[in-house]
């Protein structure tokens, strides 16, 4: 079963850092392009960033360019996507799901991916 686990939300004050992790268990993702998104509370969901399946290229909304940076660790036996997040402000406030797409290039589309987490809340207070 494929599973992606998401972790390192929590509470932190606006200008504050965090760093999420998502591993991926169940099948090899080493071919997987992986994406955060995120939604908060009345909105839709929005693309945050992500990186090709190559490892190689990374995309990220205008939103957070500068101030969230998005990698990977593929070893052999777990792959692990990160997002870290500096100068986070309240309106970096939501829900935050990881998502791979198989050979893709790092789309910000979300149906374009084809596994999801379940999320990691984040808040940030002013």
């Known amino acids: 079963q494929v599973q992606l686990v998401e972790s390192g939300g929590g509470l932190v004050q606006a200008g504050g850092s965090l760093r999420l992790s998502c591993t991926a268990s169940?099948?090899?993702?080493?071919?997987?392009?992986l994406g955060w998104f995120r939604q908060a509370p009345g909105k839709e969901r929005e693309f945050v960033a992500a990186?090709?399946?190559?490892?190689?290229?990374?995309?990220?909304a205008d939103s957070v360019k500068g101030r969230f940076s998005i990698f990977v660790s593929r070893d052999n036996a777990q792959n692990t996507v990160y997002l870290q997040m500096n100068s986070l402000t309240p309106d970096d406030t939501a829900v935050y799901c990881c998502?791979?797409?198989?050979?893709?290039?790092?789309?910000?589309?979300?149906?374009?991916?084809?596994?999801w987490g379940q999320g990691t809340q984040v808040t940030v207070s002013s």
């Open positions: 990186v090709d399946w190559a490892g190689g290229t990374t995309n990220y």
């Open positions: 169940g099948r090899t993702f080493s071919n997987y392009a």
């Open positions: 998502a791979a797409d198989h050979y893709g290039p790092g789309y910000a589309a979300d149906y374009e991916y084809d596994y």
